[in-house]
């Protein structure tokens, strides 16, 4: 009987370790469970970014175009008499210079010659019979004033005053059939108009021509010319038109091999490309045959001019533009932000732009090379420096 009322007791007190062990197991886990959760503190993250420090300075402003050389004078050399060519020059091949006033082509004369003194006799046969009119008028008028009368003659023919008219009439008539006729001789020797470069020639020794047959294709050597169009930005970047002198600095570079030639301004055009919706300055380059090297027409040409001082300009490599035509820069809370603008000039690899004016006396530094992903207000870390 008492080792069974022992066993009871162990049972109980079995019970109640158990309940004491899941009571104080959920005690703990309810003081766990209503435990605050700690706060995460969350880290901004600051990407590096290559920036460069620009100020407001003073710079010269540059401005570049392009087009292509072409001769200062461009002619098709056509006859101006009819014949068949007897001689043509050794120098009348394509690829030669030519001076002005050289013999090119020669026709045969002796129609014109013909022409001529037939030309010659007509003339000698007006003087005659002007001289004999005016003898006859002077007579006339000796009669007039031997017969007593009064006034003067009913008619002009009296005194032959008319016949005088007439026959000064055909003489100036047969001068200028003489004039012509000279002139005939002179063109069956077709010659340079100018200094030119022969491009094309369209005639052979034996072959007969009509007046107004092309004979050959000149370029003048004198000068090349290169038509420049500018912008409205370009143009407000040069000087007054009446303040560019010749000696404003002119660069011409051949874009296929940077071959390098001094140009000078000639000219401005006074009227808007209705292609280009663009005005173009006009550049000359001086006996370009003797240019080391030489310059020929046709060769695309960049053009480079000088332009006038601009105050308050940002110099910026070009990689700090980003695609959407915006300078990003950092701000005082090392924060992003941008502005759109459109560069003033470029040259050497840089481009230059107006500073806007609130930011004008201060140093800002500038991103060089911006990204799509960049947003405003994004935090950075700026590491000075190009690249």
Request: no cysteine; charged share 20%.
């Amino acid at each position: 009987m008492i080792k069974r009322l022992s066993q009871w007791w162990l049972a109980l007190a079995a019970i109640a370790l158990l309940l004491a062990i899941f009571f104080i197991s959920r005690a703990a886990v309810d003081e766990q469970s209503n435990r605050p959760m700690p706060e995460r503190k969350e880290v901004i993250q600051r990407p590096n970014v290559s920036v460069i420090n620009v100020t407001g300075q003073s710079y010269a402003a540059q401005v570049s175009g392009y087009g292509e050389l072409a001769p200062h004078f461009s002619l098709n050399l056509t006859a101006q008499v009819n014949g068949q060519i007897i001689a043509i020059s050794d120098q009348f091949e394509t690829g030669n210079t030519i001076k002005k006033g050289q013999w090119l082509v020669k026709l045969e004369p002796s129609d014109y010659r013909a022409a001529l003194k037939e030309a010659e006799n007509t003339v000698a046969e007006a003087k005659l019979a002007l001289l004999e009119e005016q003898r006859q008028g002077i007579q006339a008028k000796i009669e007039w004033q031997a017969s007593s009368l009064q006034g003067q003659p009913d008619s002009e023919l009296v005194l032959r005053a008319p016949q005088l008219a007439v026959a000064n009439a055909k003489l100036d008539f047969a001068k200028s059939t003489l004039a012509r006729a000279k002139k005939d001789i002179r063109q069956t020797v077709i010659t340079a108009p100018f200094d030119a470069l022969v491009t094309e020639r369209t005639v052979s020794a034996g072959s007969y021509i009509q007046t107004g047959s092309d004979v050959a294709s000149l370029y003048s050597t004198d000068r090349l010319e290169v038509a420049v169009p500018l912008s409205n930005q370009d143009w407000a970047n040069l000087p007054a038109l009446k303040d560019i002198s010749q000696s404003t600095s002119v660069i011409i570079k051949n874009v296929e091999n940077n071959q390098l030639w001094q140009g000078h301004i000639l000219r401005a055009e006074q009227h808007v490309n209705t292609d280009t919706r663009q005005r173009a300055l006009i550049i000359g380059l001086d006996k370009p045959l003797e240019q080391t090297p030489a310059a020929f027409s046709g060769t695309f040409v960049q053009v480079t001019l000088q332009g006038r001082q601009v105050d308050n300009i940002w110099k910026l490599p070009s990689s700090a533009l980003s695609p959407r035509g915006e300078i990003w820069y950092v701000t005082a809370d090392s924060t992003l932000d941008k502005i759109a603008i459109n560069p003033l000039f470029s040259r050497d690899g840089a481009i230059f732009i107006s500073a806007p004016e609130a930011m004008i006396s201060a140093s800002f530094s500038v991103l060089t090379h911006p990204l799509n992903s960049y947003i405003k207000g994004m935090h950075v870390n700026p590491i000075e420096g190009e690249d």
